[in-house]
């Protein structure tokens, strides 16, 4: 989910929050026979983040993310409740 949040240096940044797909650092983790920790996921996620900011002007560039533990709070269609997963 991204969203703006308020930071004291740069004024308005955008931010990322993200729910990580298991599965696919399970599978990453056997195919590449490594072992998946938090330093190497938070690795791999912003060097993501860094391929699609290239497209973007300094304005709109993802500048921080957050690692979801867990689900998004979600209305009975399955859409993200912006207003409960947003941080205070």
Do not use: W
Request: net charge negative; hydrophobic share 40%; proline share 1%.
């Amino acid at each position: 989910m991204v969203y703006a949040e308020q930071n004291i240096k740069h004024g308005e940044i955008i931010k990322v929050q993200i729910n990580v797909d298991a599965e696919a650092f399970i599978e990453l983790s056997e195919k590449e026979n490594i072992e998946i920790n938090e330093k190497v996921i938070s690795d791999i996620i912003s060097k993501e983040i860094q391929k699609v900011n290239k497209g973007f002007a300094s304005f709109k560039r993802v500048q921080d993310f957050i690692i979801r533990d867990k689900e998004f709070e979600k209305t009975t269609s399955q859409k993200i409740k912006r207003c409960a997963n947003v941080p205070e």
